[in-house]
């Protein structure tokens, strides 16, 4: 008597077998991939104490507090309403670190940092604040953006994605410093991606984060 079950095991080996295989091929594609351009490149060094933030309206904490720079800038034609949004109202601002005693603190922005009670924001209340300009375009000398960019692999569910991550000059639009990197998802909302990490730790996510500031300098003071 044939086992009824053999036709189905023998189905879903080759099911499985055939996950694997799209899989390898997709993780061969992104180690192709990562290896063509990925990874953290700074082409020029400039000096100034702040940018324009094309791509988010936050770096209060990032920036501001427990990074180096004294502005940042961005434009929002259409913020969140809610009553914990720091930027409610649309249009470009100057978000700028100063001292308290100079009475331009933002009382919004100043309520919510005071609401943390751990390091950074007791310390930096002490003698800081941040004061928020409007303004009606933005001024700084350079732009950090972000581009995100998908596609489906050829088996036409896998997805691949390439974040490109640059430092231009606002009106040069010269590229200074770049970093890009890919992920690959075998199953897209059932399976987590893998990215060039998996292949080299010189692609690390946290690498992206000296971006700014190995290629933005901030002036020194005197």
Same mark, same amino acid.
């Given at each position: 008597m044939k086992n009824k079950y053999v @036709? =189905? =095991?023998?189905?879903?080996?080759? +099911?499985?077998?055939? $996950?694997?295989?799209?899989e390898q091929r997709g993780l061969a594609e992104l180690k192709r991939l990562c290896e063509k351009d990925a990874g953290?490149?700074?082409?020029?060094?400039?000096? $100034? /104490?702040? =940018?324009? /933030? $094309?791509?988010? %309206? %936050?770096?209060?904490? &990032?920036?501001?507090?427990?990074?180096p720079y004294k502005f940042y800038e961005f434009c929002d034609d %259409?913020?969140?309403?809610?009553?914990?949004h720091l930027f409610p109202e649309s249009g470009? +601002?100057?978000?700028k670190k100063t001292n308290r005693v100079d009475g331009q603190c933002n009382e919004r922005v100043d309520k919510a940092l005071s609401k943390h009670i751990v390091g950074p924001y007791p310390e930096f209340l002490q003698e800081y604040?941040? &004061?928020?300009?409007?303004? /009606?375009? @933005?001024?700084a000398r350079y732009t950090y953006n972000e581009q995100l960019d998908k596609w489906l692999a050829n088996n036409k569910y896998s997805e691949f994605i390439r974040i490109e991550v640059s430092i231009e000059g606002r009106v040069s639009n010269e590229i200074l410093g770049?970093?890009? %990197?890919?992920?690959? /998802?075998?199953? @897209?909302r059932h399976s987590s991606p893998k990215s060039c990490r998996l292949l080299d730790k010189k692609y690390? $996510?946290?690498?992206k984060e000296d971006l700014i500031e190995k290629t933005i300098v901030t002036h020194k003071e005197k």
């Open positions: @036709p =189905f =095991f023998l189905l879903l080996l080759g +099911f499985v077998c055939t $996950a694997c295989s799209s953290l490149t700074i082409y020029k060094t400039v000096e $100034a /104490n702040g =940018f324009y /933030n $094309a791509y988010s %309206s %936050s770096g209060i904490t &990032d920036y501001l507090i427990e990074g %259409s913020p969140s309403l809610s009553k914990y470009c +601002f100057r978000v604040c941040i &004061d928020v300009e409007k303004i /009606n375009k @933005p001024e770049q970093y890009i %990197s890919y992920s690959y /998802n075998v199953r @897209p690390s $996510a946290s690498i």
